[in-house]
Antibody, heavy 120, light 112 residues
């Protein structure tokens, strides 16, 4: 079955970077867009960006431009989201969420989330 | 600040129907038939329950239905059950120079 597997947690200091992985299985990796969404404690969902695993092209939310980088490794069917210059407000659960063949498709499968804690 | 506006909370009794609204603009909800809805239980990842305004993924109960009028999309849950108590989020695509898509702020549904 389709699975998106993420690490459980990361702890980082302010100013550092975090790189969260999302290992996929059960479908053709290059054929489905992948989104990244985060959720701060007690808050709503926030869209970070999208990557086309086939060609590697990306589009980021304006708020995160310059701080976020999404990449993929086709040999391991894994996508990555790296966020730099971390601050306490970046403490959140980060989810990868599979889109569809088109970048406009809804998010049908979600990873279990990675809790990123930014603390000195 | 969320791209789309949802009520913070709604409530209903078992068996009743409720509707959650999701208000955007002519650049997102009003221009595209690309609104989706997600259900999230505490401590869990969101789950897709409606896509392309009205469509239900396989396995989602037909008690969930979606609609849209102008810049506002709506999610209706009929025959409320205790297990429907959760947070609900709408999302709309919006291809502009500064926006690709965004979520509503979320609505907490209480089944009383």
């Amino acid at each position: 079955q389709v699975q998106l597997v993420q690490p459980g947690a990361e702890v980082k200091k302010p100013g550092a970077s975090v790189k969260v992985s999302c290992e996929t299985s059960g479908y053709t990796f290059a054929s489905y867009y992948m989104h990244w969404v985060r959720q701060a404690p007690g808050q709503g969902l926030e869209w970070l960006g999208i990557i086309n695993p086939g060609g590697g092209t990306t589009r980021y939310a304006q708020k995160f431009q310059g701080r976020v980088t999404m990449t993929r490794d086709t040999s391991t069917s894994t996508v990555y989201m790296e966020l730099s210059s971390l601050r306490s407000e970046d403490t959140a659960v980060y989810y990868c969420a599979r889109g569809g063949f088109y970048d406009t498709d809804a998010f049908d499968i979600w990873g279990q989330g990675t809790m990123v804690t930014v603390s000195s | 600040q969320s791209a789309l506006t949802q009520p913070a909370s709604v409530s209903g009794s078992p068996g009743q129907s409720i509707t959650i609204s999701c208000t955007g603009t002519s650049s997102d909800v009003g221009s595209y038939h690309l609104v989706s809805w997600y259900q999230q239980h505490p401590g869990k990842a969101p789950k897709l329950i409606i896509y392309e305004v009205t469509k239900r993924p396989s396995g989602v109960s037909d008690r969930f239905s979606g609609s849209k009028s102008g810049n506002t999309a709506s999610l209706t849950i009929s025959g409320l059950q205790a297990e429907d108590e959760a947070d609900y989020y709408c999302y709309s695509f919006a291809r502009t120079t500064t926006l690709f898509g965004g979520f509503g702020g979320g609505t907490k549904l209480a089944v009383l």
